[in-house]
Every structure is written in C-alpha cells, then in structure tokens.
C-alpha cells in the first residue's frame, strides 16, 4: 500500500507502516528526524500521486483550543477586541486543514488536538473519535482527535494508568505535559509535542495497514 504520511518530519508514522511492509513516505517543511523516505517541500504538492492512504498531522499551533486565549487581545481602553493577525492564521490554518482534508484519497486520517470554536466553524466537519496516548500503552492523557475518511475507528491495543506529577502543592499534572513544560525552547518544546506516540503509530499501521 502507497502511504503518505503529511507534516511529520519525526518519521514515527512512516517507520510504523514501513515495518508492516508498506511503501511509505513522510513529508514535511522540515528534513526528516530518523533516515527514510521523506520529501521535504510542500505536501499540497505531493497530493495527486496515487496515494492508497494518507495520514496528515497539519499544525495546530492556531487551531488548539489550548491557544484560545490568544484570539483576543485589549485595546488601549483595556476592552477585549478581537486579534486580527491571530484570527488569519487561524483561517490559514483551518484552509490548510480543509486542503488535506478534501485531497482526492480515498482513505484520509487527519489528527488534531480538541480545536477552539472558531476553528470548529471554519473547517464545519466534525472529529470521528478521540483518542488518547495510554489507550496505546504510552504514559499520557493528551487527547487527540481524528477526522476519518473510509476508515474504522483506532482501538486501543494496550490500556496503563498514565503518570501523574503532584507539585509540592498538591496539583496533578499529567507527567509527559508537565514534563515537556521544563523544555525552554518553545520551537523545541511544539515539536516534541507534536510528534506521534509510538503505541498510536504502531496501531494505525497494524489496524489500517
């Protein structure tokens, strides 16, 4: 099966179809992380090569609804106004989405975390299921969606407890969020964050490969 794997310069998703004896090949901005398969350019260009599947991990960086806050800003009366650079790269991004979303594939995984309201009623196509890190044996609760085109929905392949972090307050923080918070690098810390947990990966490919 020909596979495209869209935005992911980490090549975890690749490598996992490429076990199952897939033809599969990353695409990013970036270069590749781990030695593969990979074009580095724009994956808009790479849509119409007869691809079997394609999985796409478009930026979320506006999109998150972790980011909603930023939507907003004060104006010099200190009254909330809206953000206008900040509400078009959310449309650039939610048309990105849609590009991805509508390529001609017959089968599409699309991810994404929970995304605020405005990029709800820009993109208009509601997530298939959420899904989450320890449901596939990875130590996290960072809920992800997945937008599913003639595909089943991921089970989950191996249930754990996720680690917690207690502050000497007495707060509970899931232990890979706040331990990705200790990154400084903020360009650092939003690529280890983006990047797919092995258990996920590993269960696309065993599951729709």
């Keep these: 099966m020909k596979v495209l794997v869209a935005c992911e310069f980490s090549g975890i998703v690749r490598d996992a179809f490429i076990a199952k004896g897939h033809d599969a090949v990353s695409c990013d901005l970036l270069p590749t992380e781990q030695l593969g398969p990979h074009i580095q350019g724009d994956v808009l260009e790479q849509l119409n090569e007869n691809w079997d599947l394609m999985i796409a991990h478009p930026p979320c960086t506006y999109l998150t609804n972790s980011g909603a806050r930023w939507l907003y800003t004060k104006d010099e009366f200190g009254n909330k106004v809206t953000d206008l650079n900040r509400m078009y790269e959310v449309k650039i991004g939610s048309d990105f989405f849609l590009e991805l979303y509508n390529a001609n594939i017959k089968r599409i995984c699309i991810e994404n975390p929970i995304q605020h309201k405005i990029a709800r009623m820009m993109i208009n196509k509601p997530y298939t299921q959420i899904i989450r890190p320890y449901q596939f044996g990875?130590?996290?609760?960072?809920?992800?969606?997945?937008?599913?085109?003639?595909?089943?929905?991921?089970?989950?392949?191996n249930i754990i407890t996720p680690e917690k972090h207690i502050t000497k307050t007495g707060k509970v923080y899931d232990k890979w969020w706040f331990e990705t918070c200790l990154i400084s690098d903020l360009k650092e810390r939003a690529k280890v964050r983006s990047m797919t947990f092995q258990g996920i990966a590993d269960a696309m490919a065993e599951q729709w490969g």
Aim: charged fraction near 20%; proline fraction near 10%; include cysteine.
């Design 138 to 157: 990875n130590s996290s609760t960072k809920a992800t969606c997945l937008w599913l085109k003639k595909l089943p929905k991921l089970h989950p392949t």
